[in-house]
């Protein structure tokens, strides 16, 4: 158990919908990670952010935002969605938002969209 | 969008033997290279990593031999164990840009 919480663990939504991933980090950990997987476009990089400031962009559509609040628990939005936004959304957190700092994944949210 | 190329796809390994995973990188800004473990139903795990100032880094059974000059790093895992089967994952990032580009993974079998 990496100590990141992740809700919902399954979701299942239609076309066009707005769901919400919620992350809650590591004790002591400022800095929140998004990552897509899946099965076409493999692992993806989407946001950091540090301490509540976005951080770092990566490929992120402009359909999805994300925030971290001061309690430091992060939440991905994500809107109008579409066949391909089926996906395993992870959340990662480490204790500072440096490069060579240890990330820590949570179990992951896995998105149905039908 | 894919800047890690890895390989191979899959790996079937005797118990006992070497599992050898390779990985190739175009950015040459890239200056940290990490290797994660992804079990099913599980998120990814930091496995090892290294720095382009050395050109090799072990880990008990793990070892990273990187090659700056041919922009290629590579995990071993030696006396490889049923409990190693997993996906692997090699990724790359520069430190003044968090957005770390990850290979498409390599599925282990470590057969006992």
């Known amino acids: 158990d990496s100590g990141v919480t992740q809700t919902p663990k399954h979701l299942i939504t239609a076309t066009g919908q707005r769901v919400t991933l919620r992350c809650s980090p590591r004790s002591g950990d400022l800095s929140v990670y998004w990552y897509q997987q899946s099965l076409d476009q493999g692992l993806q990089f989407l946001i950091q952010y540090y301490n509540g400031e976005e951080r770092a962009k990566g490929n992120i559509l402009e359909r999805f935002s994300a925030q971290q609040f001061?309690?430091?628990?992060?939440?991905?939005?994500?809107?109008?969605?579409?066949?391909?936004d089926s996906a395993l959304y992870f959340c990662a957190s480490s204790q500072t938002g440096e490069t060579y700092n240890e990330q820590f994944f949570?179990?992951?949210?896995?998105?149905?969209?039908? | 969008q894919q800047q890690v190329k890895q390989s191979p796809?899959?790996?079937?390994?005797?118990?006992?033997?070497?599992?050898?995973i390779n990985c190739a990188y175009e950015n040459t800004a890239f200056d940290y290279f990490p290797?994660?473990?992804?079990?099913?139903?599980?998120?990814?795990?930091?496995?090892i990593a290294i720095r382009p100032d050395v050109s090799e880094k072990k880990e008990g059974r793990f070892t990273i031999s990187f090659n700056k000059s041919a922009k290629q790093f590579s995990l071993h895992i030696m006396d490889s164990?049923?409990?190693?089967?997993?996906?692997?994952?090699?990724?790359?990032?520069?430190?003044n840009n968090n957005?770390?580009?990850f290979g498409a993974g390599t599925r282990l079998t470590v057969k006992p």
């Open chain 2, 35 to 47: 290797w994660y473990q992804q079990f099913p139903g599980k998120g990814p795990a930091l496995l």
């Open chain 2, 9 to 20: 796809q899959s790996l079937i390994v005797q118990k006992g033997g070497i599992s050898i």
């Open chain 2, 99 to 101: 957005d770390m580009r």
């Open chain 1, 70 to 84: 001061p309690d430091l628990h992060s939440e991905l939005n994500l809107s109008s969605l579409e066949l391909g």
């Open chain 1, 106 to 114: 949570g179990p992951g949210t896995r998105l149905t969209v039908l």
């Open chain 2, 81 to 95: 164990q049923p409990g190693d089967s997993a996906t692997y994952f090699c990724a790359a990032s520069s430190y």
